[in-house]
């Protein structure tokens, strides 16, 4: 069976996130980091980028996670509870929110089944 890919694009979900570790203290590295979550042929990738402001045809670094996926959905939440399968939904003016409440993934591998988890999104 082949993987469920919940859009057109290339990457499921991309952003960035706070707490990226710095052992070596080098400089130039910040604490934040760029990042994308890819399916690609049943196999769920975490792409990152060494820099937040990167170029944009810089190619992210790449680390294979998971095997064996059959499916990847991702749902963003307003505050209104209300579910989209895109972020920025069209009608984001409408809205009047610049970022989602909460996020919703649900995965299903060969071997586990479906699993489900949810990422409150800091306001």
């Given at each position: 069976e082949e993987?469920?890919?919940?859009?057109?694009?290339?990457?499921?979900?991309r952003?960035?996130?706070?707490?990226w570790r710095n052992p070596a203290g080098l400089p130039f590295r910040?604490?934040?980091?760029?990042?994308?979550?890819?399916?690609?042929d049943g196999k769920l990738f975490r792409d990152y980028w060494p820099v937040m402001d990167h170029p944009l045809q810089e190619e992210p670094?790449?680390?294979?996670?998971?095997?064996?996926?059959?499916?990847?959905?991702?749902w963003y939440y307003d505050s209104k509870h209300e579910r989209?399968?895109?972020?920025?939904p069209p009608q984001l003016e409408a809205l009047g929110e610049?970022?989602?409440r909460a996020i919703?993934?649900?995965?299903?591998?060969e071997d586990l089944g479906e699993i489900e988890r949810w990422v409150e999104v800091a306001q």
């Amino acid at each position: 069976e082949e993987p469920l890919v919940t859009n057109d694009i290339d990457f499921e979900v991309r952003g960035s996130r706070g707490g990226w570790r710095n052992p070596a203290g080098l400089p130039f590295r910040g604490t934040l980091q760029r990042f994308q979550y890819r399916l690609d042929d049943g196999k769920l990738f975490r792409d990152y980028w060494p820099v937040m402001d990167h170029p944009l045809q810089e190619e992210p670094r790449r680390e294979q996670i998971l095997t064996e996926v059959r499916k990847l959905e991702i749902w963003y939440y307003d505050s209104k509870h209300e579910r989209f399968d895109q972020w920025p939904p069209p009608q984001l003016e409408a809205l009047g929110e610049r970022r989602p409440r909460a996020i919703q993934f649900v995965l299903e591998l060969e071997d586990l089944g479906e699993i489900e988890r949810w990422v409150e999104v800091a306001q």
